[in-house]
């Protein structure tokens, strides 16, 4: 195993809910599974700013850009643990590891990148 990148980033749960008021907004960064897992959850907007900064840590840590959010999709294992799948061929061969924590205020993220 080799590291190849580590992202971070931290965002403040207010910002995604004033974000989620413009019509189609969070459908163009979010997907469908993404924003219903959110939506059956009590605290809605921490899971969602959660997974926005988990998109940002991805980005951060992977070798290249220009991959659209609405690429990286995170889930949920079956023990709740997050997991990340990036739609982008030039992610083949590499193990992408994702940490969430969120407060009502701010969810914060972190990506490792490996070489599979
Ligand atoms: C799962 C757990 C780690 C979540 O921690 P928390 O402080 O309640 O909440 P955080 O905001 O930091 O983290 C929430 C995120 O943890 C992630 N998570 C859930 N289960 C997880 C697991 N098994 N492993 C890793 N991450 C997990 C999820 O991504 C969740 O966010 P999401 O629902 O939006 O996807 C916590 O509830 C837990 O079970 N801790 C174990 C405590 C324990 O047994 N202590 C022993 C004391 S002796």
Redesign the pocket.
Known sequence: MALVGIGTDIVEVARIAEFAKKAGALERIFSDEEIA??RA?KNCF??LA??FAAKEAVYKALPFGGVAFKKIA?Y??P????RVQVDDARCAGLKIL??????RQY?AAMAVVENA
């Not at 023990?79 to 997050?82: L, M, Q, R, V």
């Not at 994702?98 to 407060?103: D, N, R």
């Open positions: 897992y959110c959850r921490e899971h959660v997974r995170v949920n294992g023990d709740g643990a997050p994702i940490s969430l924590s969120h407060t969810a």
